[in-house]
């Protein structure tokens, strides 16, 4: 059975290591400056150490990095014993705060990372902001406005969400979206990312009662669910110019159908919502989790077993249960929890990125793995 100590151990590892710690996607953030002039260079330097299951970083320069996002999960995570870490929600209060971008874009955001990253869809340079950021640091300061009800914890949920519907939100000839950041064109749709700007825009406001533009944002999702598969599954993204679809199926799919369950709690349990959610999450539990409770990395590749994609089937098959959806998905929740305890933490408390047959990376990922798991075992 679950018990505190991997909760514990986890988050006592992530104290002792200052809240620091790598990045998959950290590669292009070296110290060299011909590695960061160069695209193909920063592009091979992201991917190999991404995919490495050794740390070659400390050779190139890279550093373990405190990330906004990741101290955001903490600090959700700690919300759930807040006697236990009062002094640090409050430092990681303080550190969010002083790290808006206010005085940049006009509303209260953040830079998740802290880093520039290259990726081969396009680059993101150091200061860039996007919804997934955003969406967790508004969580914490929403959890925390819970415990203390402070005037700027309401302003900063709230600048968020008037970021989200004042320059993200897209209508194109009728599909409405939010972009992912500030700078994806206009015809690029990421399904789970406006999926989450969308259920964050209806949670802050009805939690503050602040009126808001509830039409767009029901459109959004009513446009996600209009691109669910037959079969229960979303895909990653559409390329509106070109009508290309990314096949992509993997721990997204949780993301989307936490946004419909956080909606339809809101607003009724409705469709085409609930037949959607109902579909989907029976093609999360049935195809990209084995009975063991060992995720799928994409679906149907089964290797390697992603962290992320373990974190958040715990989030979403326990907050399937807490809905009333069934308790077997809280069973099932405690069965992924069980596996990835047993198999992918480390005896000083952090959790493994990737686990492939005969091999294990552990580098410590402190937002993707770490940070992740943190707020997952809280769910728990």
């Known amino acids: 059975m679950i018990t505190h100590k991997p909760f514990s151990s986890l988050i006592e590892h992530i104290i002792k290591s200052n809240f620091t710690g790598y990045d998959p996607y950290d590669g292009a953030n070296t110290k060299y400056k011909i590695i960061q002039k160069n695209k193909l260079m920063r592009l091979f330097f992201t991917y190999f150490n991404k995919f490495s299951p050794f740390n070659f970083r400390p050779l190139f320069g890279i550093k373990p990095s405190m990330q906004n996002q990741a101290i955001a999960f903490i600090g959700k ?18 550190k969010l705060i002083n790290e808006s971008m206010i005085d940049l874009y006009g509303y209260h955001c953040w830079d998740a990372h802290g880093f520039s990253i290259q990726l081969r869809a396009g680059s993101s340079p150091v200061g860039m902001t996007d919804i997934i950021g955003n969406e967790a640091i508004a969580r914490f300061f929403m959890e925390l406005y819970k415990r203390d009800q402070k005037p700027l914890y309401r302003e900063l949920c709230l600048s968020v969400r008037d970021f989200f519907l004042n320059e993200l939100s897209i209508n194109y000839h009728g599909i409405h979206f939010f972009k992912y950041k500030p700078i994806t064109p206009s015809h690029q749709w990421c399904y789970n990312a406006s999926a989450i700007a969308a259920s964050y825009v209806a949670a802050a406001s009805n939690f503050f009662r602040a009126p808001y533009d509830k039409a767009f944002t029901e459109n959004c999702l009513r446009d996600v669910v209009i691109q669910q598969k037959e079969s229960g599954a979303w895909y990653y993204s559409r390329n509106l110019l ?35 959610y109902r579909k989907g999450l029976s093609f999360y539990r049935q195809k990209q989790f084995l009975h063991n409770g060992q995720g799928i990395y ?17 989030i979403t098959f326990m907050r399937a249960a807490e809905a009333g959806f069934g308790q077997h998905y809280g069973d099932f929740a405690r069965t992924i929890s069980e596996w990835t305890i047993r198999h992918m933490q480390d005896p000083d408390g952090h959790f493994y990125y990737l686990k492939y047959p005969f091999l294990t990376n552990k580098i410590p990922y402190i937002r993707w793995s770490d940070a992740a798991m943190a707020y997952a075992l809280s769910v728990l």
């Open 77 to 94: 995570a700690m919300l759930t014993v807040p006697d236990t870490y009062c002094k640090e929600i409050d430092l990681i209060a303080m």
């Open 242 to 276: 070109t009508g290309y679809e990314k096949p992509q199926i993997d721990f997204h799919q949780g993301f989307i159908l936490d946004a419909l369950l956080e909606y339809m709690t809101l607003y009724g349990f409705a469709e085409p919502f609930n037949s959607a």
């Open 298 to 314: 994409r679906y149907p590749r089964k290797w390697p077993v992603n962290i992320h994609n373990q974190a958040q089937g715990i």
